[in-house]
């Protein structure tokens, strides 16, 4: 299911939504997941008239917890996978969830989630070898034979990850560090039973997802996920894929992705990850971004792509830089890419292209060459003097989405609180507000924009400060762990998001 694109849709269609990773969602098990928080939160978006859940990338993060640096662009991330839901499948006990840790109810303590959901996972597997459910093996016969073409490298990687003590695969001092086709088949054989393990916890992840997806269809909602445009250098992909990327010999890195100074961070912003080889990916007409796209879509409606510019130009940073200053700007595939995904996959393509920071009339052009609805930022527009393209009076299209705040940003009330008095006294007059109650001053301000689609983080909902904040650009630690509480999404909360989602003409 997706809401039809710009193109298709020549009606005045108006959606709206939320904001929020499941990670962050009330669960007994320290961590939000894909169970009964997750239905809830969808029952709650039904009730109020949404239309739209946009969630984080739901790959399996690496050290930092950020979703945008994972060890798979295909794989789901193991600690959604909800022990409930595992135990109606009968492959977990009552028995086997206790003892249940303190978990801090607000926060998600990523180490203590992963040793305790890692036991669990054990004995599920254990439980799976003894299943008589033939359904479910039938099922994961089904699911290991339709994602072959990515499955079998991961759970490799991963398996050869343990081997190797959690060592990155470029330090890796054998013949897994490039296997040929018989080494591969020698490894596979000798870690057979991890590679088993990985492919059995993926089977349940997406098990979990496509049902909570088709829940969510079902209730008209859509979900929009978010790709980040570079893949880890310690991930599966780049192992895999070595001649698609930038890299020497030895398996480091040529150069490195990053952004150059901006809003966020007066040394750019340094990710680290390895740069694509284009010259190799145009030579089999992009397929690896094909299929990648091609999944991506069948695992939501919409597909936001993170730092959408990079397919214009990307920053460049020489390998071993301490910060991003020096880099260089270096030509993208442009629209040969996107071009030859159309052409693959037919039809317009539903992605969104998250297109903040240095934006050029170059990247603008690509763009709107396909018709991919741009983020507009509220807060942006409000941060400092003068006009800015981000106010609502300043939109020059509706074909954008209009958020109060992305995960990057603070909440607003935290922005609010922490920004200049000249700006939220601008704040004040522009929404004729006494600022008592900003969070949703916002969320009206961006509902009643002519964007097609607004769209406010759940912490915007509850009226949360810097507290609850999900991320800092450029702050590699204490990032990505906030969680909400059962009982705060309530139904009067519902009902008053309701109504001025029909004021706005958004119901549907």
Request: hydrophobic share 35%; aromatic share 14%.
């Given at each position: 299911m997706h809401f039809k694109t710009a193109k298709e849709d020549k009606t005045n269609h108006r959606y709206s939504g939320v904001l929020a990773h499941p990670t962050s969602f009330p669960s007994p098990y320290g961590i939000g997941d894909l169970g009964q928080g997750a239905y809830d939160f969808i029952d709650f978006?039904?009730?109020?008239?949404?239309?739209?859940?946009?969630?984080?990338?739901?790959?399996?993060?690496?050290?930092?917890?950020?979703?945008?640096?994972?060890?798979?662009?295909?794989a789901g991330q193991p600690?959604?996978?909800?022990?409930d839901l595992l135990k109606r499948k009968k492959l977990l006990t009552e028995e086997d969830l206790r003892p249940l840790p303190d978990f801090n109810p607000d926060k998600v303590d990523y180490e203590q989630v992963l040793t305790y959901k890692t036991g669990l996972f054990k004995k599920a597997y254990t439980h799976f070898h003894h299943t008589a459910d033939k359904n479910?093996?039938?099922?994961?016969?089904?699911?290991?034979?339709?994602?072959?073409?990515?499955?079998?490298?991961?759970?490799?990687?991963?398996?050869?990850?343990?081997?190797?003590e959690g060592l990155p695969w470029y330090e890796w001092e054998d013949n897994l560090l490039n296997p040929d086709a018989s080494s591969r088949a020698k490894w596979?054989?000798?870690?057979?039973?991890?590679?088993?393990?990985?492919?059995?916890?993926?089977?349940?992840?997406?098990?979990?997802?496509?049902d909570l997806k088709k829940y969510a269809n079902e209730k008209g909602i859509a979900i929009i996920g978010d790709m980040p445009i570079f893949p880890s250098l310690d991930s599966a992909d780049v192992w895999a894929n070595k001649k698609l990327f930038c890299l020497d010999p030895k398996g480091y890195?040529?150069?490195?992705?990053?952004?150059?100074?901006?809003?966020?961070?007066?040394?750019?912003?340094?990710?680290?990850?390895?740069?694509?080889?284009?010259?190799?990916?145009?030579?089999?007409g992009y397929r690896w971004w094909i299929e990648r796209i091609r999944y991506q879509l069948?695992?939501?409606?919409?597909?936001?792509?993170?730092?959408?510019?990079?397919?214009?130009?990307?920053?460049?940073?020489?390998?071993?830089?301490?910060?991003?200053?020096?880099g260089a700007w270096k030509k993208g595939p442009e629209e040969e890419l996107f071009l030859a995904v159309k052409k693959a996959l037919g039809g317009e393509l539903p992605i969104f292209a998250e297109d903040?920071?240095?934006?050029?009339?170059?990247?603008?052009?690509?763009?709107?060459?396909?018709?991919?609805?741009?983020?507009?930022?509220?807060?942006?527009?409000?941060?400092?003097?003068?006009?800015?393209?981000?106010?609502?009076?300043?939109?020059?299209?509706?074909?954008?989405?209009?958020?109060?705040?992305?995960?990057?940003n603070d909440t607003s009330l935290g922005w609010y609180t922490n920004t200049s008095e000249p700006n939220r006294d601008k704040v004040r007059?522009?929404?004729?507000?006494?600022?008592?109650?900003?969070?949703?001053?916002?969320?009206?301000?961006?509902?009643?924009?002519?964007?097609?689609?607004?769209?406010?983080?759940?912490?915007?909902?509850?009226?949360?400060?810097?507290?609850?904040?999900?991320?800092?650009?450029?702050?590699?630690?204490?990032?990505?762990?906030?969680?909400?509480?059962?009982?705060?999404?309530?139904?009067?909360?519902?009902?008053?998001l309701r109504q001025m989602t029909v004021l706005y003409g958004r119901l549907g």
């Amino acid at each position: 299911m997706h809401f039809k694109t710009a193109k298709e849709d020549k009606t005045n269609h108006r959606y709206s939504g939320v904001l929020a990773h499941p990670t962050s969602f009330p669960s007994p098990y320290g961590i939000g997941d894909l169970g009964q928080g997750a239905y809830d939160f969808i029952d709650f978006l039904a009730e109020a008239g949404q239309h739209l859940w946009q969630v984080l990338p739901l790959g399996p993060t690496t050290v930092g917890d950020s979703p945008y640096q994972g060890f798979s662009v295909f794989a789901g991330q193991p600690l959604l996978i909800s022990p409930d839901l595992l135990k109606r499948k009968k492959l977990l006990t009552e028995e086997d969830l206790r003892p249940l840790p303190d978990f801090n109810p607000d926060k998600v303590d990523y180490e203590q989630v992963l040793t305790y959901k890692t036991g669990l996972f054990k004995k599920a597997y254990t439980h799976f070898h003894h299943t008589a459910d033939k359904n479910l093996l039938e099922e994961y016969e089904a699911f290991c034979g339709s994602n072959q073409y990515w499955l079998e490298d991961y759970c490799l990687f991963m398996a050869g990850k343990n081997y190797h003590e959690g060592l990155p695969w470029y330090e890796w001092e054998d013949n897994l560090l490039n296997p040929d086709a018989s080494s591969r088949a020698k490894w596979l054989e000798v870690l057979e039973d991890k590679v088993n393990y990985y492919k059995f916890i993926q089977f349940i992840f997406f098990s979990q997802w496509y049902d909570l997806k088709k829940y969510a269809n079902e209730k008209g909602i859509a979900i929009i996920g978010d790709m980040p445009i570079f893949p880890s250098l310690d991930s599966a992909d780049v192992w895999a894929n070595k001649k698609l990327f930038c890299l020497d010999p030895k398996g480091y890195p040529l150069e490195v992705a990053g952004v150059p100074p901006d809003y966020f961070s007066a040394t750019g912003q340094l990710w680290g990850n390895p740069l694509y080889n284009w010259e190799t990916h145009a030579l089999d007409g992009y397929r690896w971004w094909i299929e990648r796209i091609r999944y991506q879509l069948d695992e939501v409606d919409y597909v936001r792509i993170d730092h959408f510019r990079g397919f214009e130009a990307y920053w460049a940073v020489p390998y071993g830089e301490e910060t991003a200053l020096n880099g260089a700007w270096k030509k993208g595939p442009e629209e040969e890419l996107f071009l030859a995904v159309k052409k693959a996959l037919g039809g317009e393509l539903p992605i969104f292209a998250e297109d903040l920071g240095v934006i050029t009339p170059e990247v603008e052009r690509l763009r709107d060459m396909f018709e991919f609805p741009g983020m507009k930022v509220l807060q942006f527009g409000f941060d400092g003097g003068g006009e800015s393209t981000f106010l609502p009076h300043q939109l020059d299209t509706r074909n954008c989405i209009c958020y109060t705040g992305t995960h990057d940003n603070d909440t607003s009330l935290g922005w609010y609180t922490n920004t200049s008095e000249p700006n939220r006294d601008k704040v004040r007059r522009y929404m004729n507000t006494d600022g008592s109650s900003i969070s949703w001053d916002f969320i009206r301000t961006c509902l009643g924009t002519i964007a097609k689609y607004a769209i406010f983080p759940v912490q915007d909902l509850l009226k949360l400060g810097s507290e609850a904040r999900m991320n800092i650009p450029g702050s590699p630690m204490g990032n990505w762990n906030f969680r909400f509480r059962e009982g705060l999404l309530n139904k009067e909360m519902a009902e008053t998001l309701r109504q001025m989602t029909v004021l706005y003409g958004r119901l549907g």
